[in-house]
């Protein structure tokens, strides 16, 4: 039976800028099973990142709720949510979040570190050369071109083998070859170790490749993800 590993439920993200009350999500559902993936869609500005927050618990909901592996996260403190990112989620981000202070080695080694896993420098260096960074473990961000810099953060993403991987446009700065191969990772990460992949993304070979795509506009999904 599918197991839902993500159940959102009329999800309302509101912020209050300096003049007015702005409205990024309008009543958003969705439910992802587990081993699935999910391609979030829609133009800029749509929602897509906030979504991805709440469904993450980096952030809490104006309104509705969260269920993740079966635990409603909206209403616990940030600790806890901490707690079950640190157990449960890799994340791949539109701004990358690299430590400065790292090397590519290091940073990928980190999740680990964090998680108080044995640092597993064998499987850290064998990340970074899948995704094709050999030669460049001991730079740091700073020395690293944005699209390297990203394949650090989706080595860092894979380090913990997540239950569930987050991605804010894993392939946007990334020229074809090397998008080609980050979706063949992710892919293999889904198949091989039933990872479930929820993603943002402007690609649509990337969308088309997911199982079901969840298309925002102005805050709203019409209808329910569909095939
Ligand atoms: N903290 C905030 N305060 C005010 N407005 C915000 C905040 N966060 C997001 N927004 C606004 O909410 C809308 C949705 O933002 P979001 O980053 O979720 O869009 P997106 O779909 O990811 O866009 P893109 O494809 O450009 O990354 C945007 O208009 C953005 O300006
Ligand atoms: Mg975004």
Same mark, same amino acid.
């Given at each position: ?55 993450? !618990? ?6 509705? +709720? /969260?269920?993740?592996? @079966? %635990?409603?996260?909206?209403?616990? *403190?940030?600790? =806890? ?7 449960s989620v890799g994340f791949v981000f ?27 420098? !064998?499987?850290a260096r064998q990340l970074l050369e +899948? /995704?094709?960074?050999? @030669? %460049?473990?001991?730079?740091?961000? *700073?020395?690293? =071109? ?69 298309v925002l506009d102005s805050g709203r ?7």
């Amino acid at each position: 039976m599918a197991f839902p590993v993500i159940d959102a439920k009329q999800l309302v993200k509101q912020v209050t800028t300096s003049d007015h009350e702005l409205t990024i999500l309008d009543g958003v559902s969705l439910t992802v099973n587990e081993g699935e993936s999910l391609a979030l869609v829609g133009v800029s500005g749509a929602g897509k990142s906030t979504l991805m927050t709440l469904l993450a !618990g980096l952030d809490v909901p104006t309104g509705g +709720e /969260v269920h993740f592996l @079966g %635990r409603r996260i909206d209403t616990l *403190d940030d600790e =806890s949510r901490a707690a079950i990112r640190a157990d449960s989620v890799g994340f791949v981000f539109q701004n990358f979040l690299l430590v400065p202070s790292l090397t590519a080695l290091e940073n990928v080694v980190l999740p680990a570190t964090i998680r108080g896993d044995e640092e597993d420098w !064998g499987r850290a260096r064998q990340l970074l050369e +899948e /995704v094709g960074l050999n @030669g %460049r473990e001991h730079h740091r961000p *700073d020395q690293l =071109s944005g699209g390297e810099q990203q394949r650090v953060a989706l080595a860092r993403a894979f380090m913990t083998r997540p239950k569930v991987l987050f991605a804010d446009e894993p392939t946007g700065n990334l020229d074809q070859h090397t998008a080609a191969k980050v979706i063949e990772l992710l892919f293999a990460l889904n198949r091989d170790h039933g990872t479930t992949l929820v993603m943002v993304t402007h690609d649509p070979r990337l969308a088309d490749r997911c199982d079901r795509k969840l298309v925002l506009d102005s805050g709203r999904s019409p209808g329910r993800p569909y095939e």
